[in-house]
């Protein structure tokens, strides 16, 4: 090869160790989705076939040279019903089979393990329930069901794994889920692949797959020290959430303990199951998710809670398994240094109203 | 369907003979031209329905949404303001049709004379319409930078409010007024512009009209203005039991 | 030419228009008062009934659509539909999404 | 037998008709204050070659841009700036009118035997409607550009950019409004104007296809044009409507956006499968096979195509039934396409072929759209459309069907009807060149970003992974011959002006309407009101008619 410039081979040699046809697959989705994919490009080559080789072939044979007077044909029910029955078939079975892939894509199973994501201009922040924060990269353990909660800060997002076949935007001001289930430890691409302004192309990280033990060991590594519950519970604490949700007999808002996942009867008559969005709504639209028995007292928390700090309450919530808990959270608000100030005046009671309260229910 | 090409070339030779001055050199006859344009007209009101239908689907959602705060936004409005638009409007409607009715019988003093109510009409609900945003925008009832809740929180110190009996509403609820104003000044709005642009095109009717000019047998710039007028008063038929009268008991 | 345009349109009487403007006016009285009694469901229900009823009056009459050729009934129903369709697609969205994920 | 159809007039006595469209007035004022749908036509071409040539100078920046992993060449920034403005200089401004504003302008009032469109004085509104949205953009570009891209998405485009967003939503408005004009005027004379005998079932299928094109900008750009409406009242005031924190919904800008801007794929593609029916037809002698199921196909798609939008917004958070229900119907709204590309196939079928410059257009078109519309569906189901969305798969779905099936198409009618708008043919040689060298470059530039979407690249990226460089330098080096495949046919057609050959009456042989008239033909089209006595595409009574002539010639003779 001494004919080409040592540069241009080497840059051959790159381009093409580095070329692919296709993604790699990496999560169990990512064959299912290839099989369908396959399919279709099978049918779409086979399509593409027939016209081709039927407007070669007529071209050919029906030359003006070699036929030089055309047939006026008005056209065939029987055909044109051939080539309208068959397409509307094959384009009915990729519905049908691309449905079936949708549900399983945005239907996590139960026993998933759940990783909130902040998208923001412009980057993706994870946060583990363990506590550990994570930019531009999610850590992952292999064949483990990994559910993603997700929401933007500001404008809408994508979060996009190729490798997995997985892409969900994460959009401001509502929770988004996606599932999937790692196969294959290794680094992955993670984009944003929803136009969100300037560093839009900037906003890509790495996915990585470690094995189960790996995943134990870099979780033990990378905590921050409390736990995501835990900052919540010291939000809960110091928003003074405890004054209403508490566990006395005369308390003002409905006990928290094991409200996640419970079905509720709210004052409106409808009932709902108590997820992620719902405990988020309830945070900051409150008025409109009053549980059955309570009066409409809760101030909205909007605009003075981050996005960071829901995901730190939810998650805090979610783990509230009993009354003693709340009890334990109730006991160290009083001893937070930033509740004494307010807790002073209001003498025996603990705080009673959050600062915004004051506002709003009084009136 | 009317197939106007069949009936064309039968009617082509009394076209000829008269050729009135306002048939287009395009057209066979007046009749294919008094017919093209009205079936225009039709399908620029049909994009006009498309543009108020996204206003009214934004509408919809957000009513569907945030039905209290709707409610007691809606209790800002005036009933007795609105009703009376509606009147006028309605009014005008009806003094347009036989404004149009002038035309095809030919009455020019009619004409104008309905032309000018019309036109009085429009003006008259543009007038309240004004009365009503300047208290909105006394009120801050305004969305953007400056919008105020007050009404909303403390619906005592409103007499709008107070008159309807409102409840305090919540922070998280009162919010979401704002979103009832956008909608009121964008509905509204847009409709007081298509009113705008027709008292216009009306002023400019009644300057022709008492020379005459659709008094010949001419009509359609007329009937095409009509057709545009009544649109404008269905719009309204509509905006009025919407905004309004969403909840007042 | 004058019986050109009178196969051209339809001269509606004043008559007609009279009683059609009082129709509007009685329907608006209607809203207004409907709107104070609390018929619960009914009572959006009755005030989109009401000025439905009266947009077909003015469109009938007042824009002599009832006197129109077929092409511009049929051309004020195609917008309609796809009005409905807009309205109706966009909120079925709007209304399944209250459902949750299957 | 000759392998071409070409029937020019003998060469040496040949002259361009005296009176014509061109000739009858002179002056800049004669053609800016026209009312003659040839001359509009004339005047849209120009204005959309010049904002195609814009668009294209923007997309060969991007292109080089790509050429390299890193964004060297320009800033991100500046790199957002320029894929919005290559998306909304090509989309509103020469996607939408290409074909419609210039063939459909200049020949729909021709093919159904009318003197001009319904309302003249409209036509040259909407094209000064045209001018000043496209100024604006232009304005816009020099005074900073705007980087939301062409779609605008909310919350970006109202709260988080601070570029010129109001300015280039001023000149959609416009630009919209002037495709509205242009919309029904064409209804209102496909259903008004039509000469004697020129019963529906006897249009042409240009002329359905305009129809079925002409409803949807009617009926869908007045919602383009309210959302744009409420965006600058978002962007300026902040009236919340697409604001979550005044709980507002983004998703409904997206609803309304797509309302208009999934059936306006329809109106750019539309116009230009009508080009394809009339060109196919001529040049295999033939009439359209199952002319009922084209002409039905396109009203169908125009219906169906009205409710697919949320098929864009799959991943979005739309609910899941919508999913369903919208997937379900992009489905069916794949049908029509495709009993349109085995039609005029089955055209071809014992027809009496030839192979000049239009024909080859149109076997580029159906070869490049076939592969569009199949990957569109890729993008309708579902489950794909989770994996391909957002990434360069879809740029490449839709520069299939927008630059390999309408600009085709378009590039095809324009060398189909050159002889008739100036009388002149353009030369056969050089542009059925310029035909394989377009095909070439286009496969070369946009099927590599198949690939590179499959491999998950997202689109309106100014940097990416190095391991998607050499697909992008594939991509980039097709762009450049596809650049030099778009200059030759303005070269050749300038010349052409001057020096091409006279074409005559009718050059091609075909039975519109058009090509029984002088070219160019006189200002009121016909020197008196032709009568349809026969069929669409009915090659007989063409051959009749000539016959007839030509014992007349040899009679007075």
Excluded at chain 1, 283 to 306: F, K, R, V, W
Excluded at chain 4, 88 to 105: D, E, H, K, Q, R
Excluded at chain 4, 363 to 382: A, E, H, K, Q
Aim: aromatic fraction near 14%; charged fraction near 10%.
């Amino acid at each position: 090869m001494d004919h080409i410039s040592p540069a241009i081979w080497q840059f051959l040699v790159k381009w093409m160790t580095n070329f692919a046809l296709f993604p790699p697959e990496a999560s169990t989705i990512a064959p299912q989705m290839d099989a369908l994919l396959f399919f279709m490009v099978l049918v779409s080559l086979i399509g593409l076939t027939i016209v081709v080789l039927l407007i070669t072939a007529f071209s050919i044979l029906y030359s003006k040279r070699r036929h030089p007077v055309a047939a006026q044909i008005e056209g065939s029910t029987l055909l044109e019903a051939t080539w309208t029955i068959i397409p509307l078939g094959l384009f009915l079975v990729m519905f049908v089979w691309g449905a079936l892939i949708y549900f399983r894509v945005f239907t996590p199973p139960a026993n998933a393990m759940n990783i909130y994501v902040v998208g923001k201009q412009w980057m993706w922040k994870a946060e583990h329930p363990g506590g550990q924060h994570e930019i531009n990269a999610l850590h992952v353990p292999a064949g483990r069901a990994v559910q993603l909660t997700m929401i933007s800060q500001d404008v809408f997002h994508s979060f996009s794994i190729p490798a997995f076949r997985v892409k969900r935007e994460a959009i401001p001001g509502r929770y988004t889920t996606v599932w999937f289930q790692a196969t294959t430890p290794g680094t992955y691409h993670l984009f944003c692949t929803q136009y969100c302004g300037t560093a839009h192309s900037a906003m890509v990280g790495d996915i990585v797959v470690l094995t189960p033990e790996d995943y134990r060991k870099w979780l033990a590594e990378s905590t921050s020290g409390a736990s995501l519950a835990q900052n919540g519970e010291r939000l809960f604490a110091s928003l003074s959430c405890a004054a209403c949700h508490n566990t006395r007999p005369d308390a003002r808002g409905p006990s928290l303990a094991n409200v996640y996942g419970a079905k509720l009867a709210l004052t409106s008559g409808q009932s709902v199951t108590v997820d992620d969005a719902y405990l988020r709504e309830a945070i900051l639209n409150p008025s409109e998710h009053i549980t059955q028995g309570y009066a409409p007292i809760m101030p909205t928390y909007q605009g003075q809670i981050s996005e960071e700090g829901i995901i730190a309450l939810i998650e805090y919530i979610k783990n509230l398994n009993s009354d003693y808990r709340i009890q334990q959270t109730t006991n160290t608000t009083d001893m937070l240094p930033e509740s004494v100030g307010k807790a002073a005046p209001a003498g025996q009671k603990p705080a009673v109203q959050a600062p915004a309260a004051q506002g709003t229910v009084k009136q | 369907m009317s197939d106007n090409s069949a009936i064309a070339d039968g009617v082509l030779e009394n076209a000829h003979d008269e050729h009135p001055a306002h048939l287009r050199h395009h057209f066979h006859d007046v009749e294919q031209q008094a017919d093209a344009s009205n079936f225009a007209m039709w399908l620029f009101l049909l994009t006009e329905v498309m543009f108020f239908g996204g206003l009214f689907t934004a509408y919809l959602i957000y009513r569907n949404w945030y039905y209290p705060a709707f409610v007691s936004a809606s209790h800002q409005l005036s009933i007795p303001l609105g009703g009376f638009n509606t009147l006028l409007l309605i009014t005008s409607s009806f003094t347009m049709a036989m404004g149009v009715w002038c035309a095809e019988t030919r009455r020019k003093s009619g004409l104008v004379l309905c032309l000018i109510l019309t036109f009085i009409l429009g003006l008259g609900f543009l007038g309240i319409k004004s009365i009503e945003y300047s208290e909105k925008i006394e009120k801050h009832h305004v969305p953007g930078f400056h919008y105020s809740l007050n009404s909303f929180l403390d619906p005592d110190s409103d007499a709008a409010a107070k008159a309807a009996g409102d409840k305090p509403l919540p922070l998280d609820v009162a919010r979401h007024t704002e979103l009832y104003f956008s909608l009121y000044f964008a509905m509204t709005g847009m409709h007081a512009l298509h009113m705008i642009i027709g008292i216009g095109i009306l002023g400019f009717m009644i300057f022709r009209a008492s020379a005459g000019a659709y008094t010949g047998g001419h009509i359609t710039f007329v009937e095409n203005f009509g057709l545009y007028w009544h649109f404008v008063d269905i719009i309204w038929i509509f905006l009025f039991p919407l905004l309004y009268l969403i909840s007042r008991h | 030419m004058s019986e050109n345009k009178e196969h051209a349109l339809h001269i509606v009487s004043p008559r007609i228009y009279v009683i059609i403007f009082a129709l509007l006016l009685v329907g608006t009285a209607i809203t207004i008062w409907a709107s104070y009694v609390d018929l619960g469901v009914l009572n959006p229900i009755i005030a989109l009934g009401i000025a439905c009823s009266k947009a077909t009056l003015v469109v009938l009459f007042f824009m002599h659509v009832k006197y129109a050729t077929k092409l511009t009934k049929l051309t004020i129903f195609a917008g309609l539909f796809l009005f409905m369709a807009l309205v109706g697609m966009t909120l079925s969205d709007y209304i399944s999404r209250a459902w949750g994920s299957w | 037998m000759s392998d071409t159809i070409v029937s020019l007039p003998d060469q040496s006595t040949a002259r361009i008709p005296k009176m014509n469209y061109l000739s009858k007035e002179n002056g800049l004022l004669s053609w800016l204050l026209t009312g003659d749908h040839k001359r509009i036509g004339i005047l849209y071409l120009i204005s959309i070659t010049f904002f195609f040539f814009i668009g294209g100078a923007l997309a060969g920046l991007i292109r080089l841009e790509l050429l390299t992993p890193q964004s060297d060449l320009m800033a991100t920034d500046t790199y957002n700036k320029v894929f919005t403005m290559h998306g909304v200089v090509m989309i509103f401004l020469f996607l939408v009118p290409s074909v419609p504003a210039t063939l459909g302008n200049f020949f729909l009032p021709m093919m159904i035997g009318a003197k001009d469109l319904a309302l003249p004085k409209v036509n040259l509104l909407s094209w000064y409607l045209y001018m000043i949205g496209g100024i604006l953009v232009l304005v816009t570009m020099i005074t900073g550009g705007v980087d939301t891209g062409w779609t605008f998405t909310t919350p970006l485009s109202t709260h988080y950019v601070n570029t010129n967003v109001l300015s280039t939503g001023l000149a959609v408005f416009i630009a919209g409004f002037s495709s509205i004009f242009t919309g029904l005027n064409f209804i209102v004379t496909i259903h008004k104007m039509r000469a004697p005998g020129m019963t529906w079932f006897r249009l042409p299928l240009f002329v359905w296809a305009h129809y079925a094109a002409s409803i949807l900008m009617v009926l869908g750009t007045p919602v383009l044009a309210i959302a744009i409406v409420l965006l600058a009242l978002e962007r300026t005031i902040g009236i919340g409507v697409f604001d979550p924190a005044k709980g507002g919904d983004p998703l409904l800008f997206q609803h309304l956006f797509w309302f208009y801007s999934h059936p306006a794929v329809y109106i750019m593609i539309l116009p230009g499968m009508g080009v394809i029916s009339d060109v196919i037809s001529t040049f295999s002698r033939k009439r359209v096979f199952g002319y009922t199921a084209v002409a039905f196909s396109s009203v169908a798609i125009a219906v169906f195509g009205f409710f697919v939008w949320a098929h864009h917004m799959f991943i979005m958070g739309v609910s899941n039934y919508a999913v369903l229900v919208f997937s379900l119907l992009t489905m069916l709204v794949a049908v029509p396409s495709a009993i349109k590309i085995f039609n005029w196939t089955f055209t071809l079928y014992k027809g009496s072929i030839t192979f000049e410059t239009p024909m080859l257009y149109a076997f580029g078109f159906m070869g490049l759209f076939t592969i569009g519309g199949l990957t569109g569906v890729f993008l309708g189901t579902s489950g794909t459309d989770i994996h391909l969305t957002e990434t360069y798969f879809i740029v490449a779905h839709f520069h299939f069907v927008m630059v390999g099936g309408m600009l085709m198409a378009f590039l095809s009618g324009i060398h189909f009807w050159w002889p008739k708008m100036t009388g002149r043919m353009y030369p056969e040689k050089i542009s059925q060149l310029a035909a394989v060298v377009t095909f070439i470059g286009f496969n070369f530039t946009f099927f590599p970003q198949f690939i590179l979407g499959t491999l998950g690249m997202p689109r309106r990226y100014a940097s990416y992974p190095a391991e998607f460089q050499i697909l992008n330098v594939f991509s980039t080096a097709g762009a450049t011959i596809l650049g030099v495949g778009y200059l030759l046919p303005v070269l050749y057609l300038t010349w052409s002006l001057k020096y091409g050959a006279i074409a005559g009456d009718n050059p091609w042989q075909a039975t519109g309407l058009e090509w029984q008239t002088q070219s160019p033909p006189l200002t009121e089209n016909f020197v008196e009101m032709p009568i349809m006595d026969h069929e669409a595409y009915d090659y007989e009574w063409l051959e009749r008619k000539n016959l007839e002539k030509q014992k007349e010639v040899a009679s007075v003779g």
